[in-house]
């Protein structure tokens, strides 16, 4: 028998290594990705029940995997009515043994005509189908394979939970009835699904590296899961240099992974990071990766990004960046990504390189327009510009508001001692 707080421990990790495989997993067999949802967070439900009285199973995502499986087949034994349904439930009761979604001779794990055999790549591409808005497609791989709430969604595209939901509703409608294919498309089709898998992969690593709510800044093993799949499209698409520049650029942050935090869990910015203690070879492997895209001659987003990254990651320490050239790489960006995000980002480039004044003025029209309202990186910003140029008056009140807007338990921490280092001041 294990305590409570090992068990909700245990299920708490597994929620963040095994949620994908999981739902990837029961959406194949189904083809229902409402039912594979519910039994997914029923099986984690039954885990905290079971896993106190019977212990942490050896190979948890292989329990939830089996526990979520014969779930659905209870749901489908209830709810057939017709050949269809019973076809479902005799495919999902093909054995009498507990399911393993990790064995290599699961005859239900066979390649398709991709080549890759792997679930959540596969979900990836599904959720992507150029049938859907690129706005769905975003949001409802992040819910499906990442895990996140619909509020969680909502605020990371900054947009009401209400919106968010009839958008993934909608999506899911879609998928269904317009018969979409849960696969990775054959090589002729990946093009057109490109752009939309990056955008996907892209925002799961984001949500992993700063997450949007919770106690920790990071949800490492959403981080590393992005890695995994842009290794795994990488491969499929090696001559793509938009795919090999967003393995570069998730390569060069996750570098810096560790020194993000302290030991006791705080936010640590990028100029009091230890830089020694980054990890050299994911920078040697990102930087190599962003040379061989650039070779090719076909700029994008994703390798202008790495770009960026380079050029903190190869600083050998925080004076040596050369903020010049990232504000003129994130000019550049603009007009690749022309979002609000992106011109704040070039406002602290610019403070940075010629002077507070420079970055406020940015800020301040940034302000003027509305578009970031609720994101309290603005406003965090702001602060910082002030701080810096010693008007920590000013700082505060905007340390102060990007504090009410702050989720994330790890930023309001820091945002609440710089606030009071102001005030101090």
């Keep these: 028998m294990s305590t409570t707080d090992e068990v909700e421990a245990a299920v708490a990790a597994a929620f963040r290594e095994e949620w994908a495989q999981v739902v990837a997993t029961l959406i194949r067999v189904t083809g229902d990705w409402d039912l594979a949802e519910e039994c997914a967070q029923d099986a984690f439900a039954q885990a905290l029940e079971r896993w106190r009285r019977d212990g942490v199973p050896g190979r948890p995502g292989a329990w939830l995997t089996t526990t979520a499986r014969n779930r659905a087949l209870d749901v489908l034994r209830r709810e057939a009515v017709g050949a269809r349904k019973l076809r479902e439930a005799a495919v999902l009761a093909r054995d009498e043994g507990p399911y393993d979604p990790f064995d290599p001779d699961d005859p239900f794990g066979e390649d398709d005509d991709s080549g890759v055999a792997d679930d959540r790549l596969r979900l990836v591409f599904t959720c992507c189908h150029p049938a859907l808005p690129i706005e769905a497609r975003v949001a409802l791989t992040l819910r499906t394979l990442a895990g996140l709430t619909t509020p969680e969604i909502a605020r990371a595209f900054l947009v009401p939970e209400a919106t968010m939901a009839q958008r993934l509703v909608r999506a899911k409608r879609k998928i269904r009835n317009a018969g979409i294919p849960y696969r990775v498309p054959p090589a002729y089709l990946l093009p057109e699904r490109t752009a939309g898998v990056l955008g996907v992969l892209y925002l799961l690593f984001n949500e992993g590296y700063a997450a949007t709510a919770g106690a920790d800044l990071m949800r490492t093993g959403l981080c ?25 650029l998730l390569l060069l942050h996750d570098a810096r992974r560790d020194t993000r935090v302290d030991a006791a869990g705080d936010l640590v910015t990028l100029e009091d990071q230890d830089r020694t203690a980054w990890d050299r070879a994911e920078i040697d492997e990102g930087t190599a990766l962003l040379d061989g895209a650039l070779r090719r001659g076909r700029p994008g987003q994703y390798q202008i990004q790495a770009a960026i990254a380079a050029c903190h990651t ?14 003129g790489l994130y000019g550049e960006l603009q007009r690749y ?42 406003p965090a910003t702001r602060a910082d510009l002030l701080r810096r140029m010693g008007r920590t008056r000013e700082a505060a009140e905007s340390y102060a508001r990007a504090l009410e807007l702050a989720e994330n338990a790890a930023e309001r921490r820091f945002l609440a001692k710089r606030l009071a280092a102001c005030r101090s001041a």
């Excluded at 890695?227 to 520049?245: F, N, T, Y």
């Excluded at 190869?314 to 504000?327: C, N």
């Excluded at 800020?363 to 609720?374: C, F, I, P, R």
């Design 224 to 248: 590393a899961e992005a890695i995994r799949l842009a290794r795994l499209l990488a491969r499929l698409m090696p001559d793509e240099p938009e795919v090999v520049g967003l393995l570069a």
């Design 337 to 378: 990504v022309p979002s609000p995000v992106v011109r704040l980002n070039r406002a602290v480039a610019v403070g940075m390189a010629e002077g507070g004044a420079a970055g406020l003025a940015l800020v301040a029209e940034l302000e003027a327009e509305d578009d970031l309202t609720g994101y309290h990186l603005l």
């Design 314 to 327: 190869t600083a050998p320490a925080a004076a040596d960046t050369d903020w010049a050239d990232i504000a």
